[in-house]
């Protein structure tokens, strides 16, 4: 059984940039790219790894695409109190989106922690 995920006071996700990048490479079915700049910020007493991230990609017709994984980037940031760590990668998507989630981390006494990421919004342009 998972035990019980903490919040912990102090600890919070930026949402610092959201750029449509038309750009870049994109599925057919989801051709709009939308590049996020994240800043994950550690102003509690306690030091933490993020372990993995989960977000929810929801359109405009309530469609809810899940995209769960292990760290971020690539990376398990350690932040000791008073650190931060800032990150960026992207989403694809068809229509007007909004997306939120979670990162999960760990606690120097192993205790699972949960730090929400903000609902933002993707608007294709016209």
Not at 62 to 67: H, P, R, S, W
Not at 105 to 123: H, K
Request: aromatic content about 8%; charged content about 25%.
């Amino acid at each position: 059984m998972t035990p019980p995920f903490k919040e912990l006071p102090g600890l919070r996700v930026n949402i610092d940039q959201v750029v449509y990048m038309p750009d870049l490479d994109a599925p057919a079915d989801r051709p709009h790219p939308f590049v996020y700049f994240l800043t994950i910020v550690n102003e509690s007493d306690e030091t933490v790894t993020i372990k993995g991230r989960k977000w929810v990609v929801t359109d405009e017709e309530n469609n809810k695409l899940v995209v769960e994984g292990d760290g971020v980037v690539g990376r398990f940031p350690r932040l000791e109190p008073g650190e931060s760590f800032s990150y960026n990668s992207c989403h694809v998507i068809a229509t007007d989106s909004a997306a939120e989630g979670a990162l999960i981390g760990l606690s120097e006494d192993g205790i699972p922690v949960i730090v929400r990421i903000p609902r933002f919004t993707m608007d294709v342009p016209e």
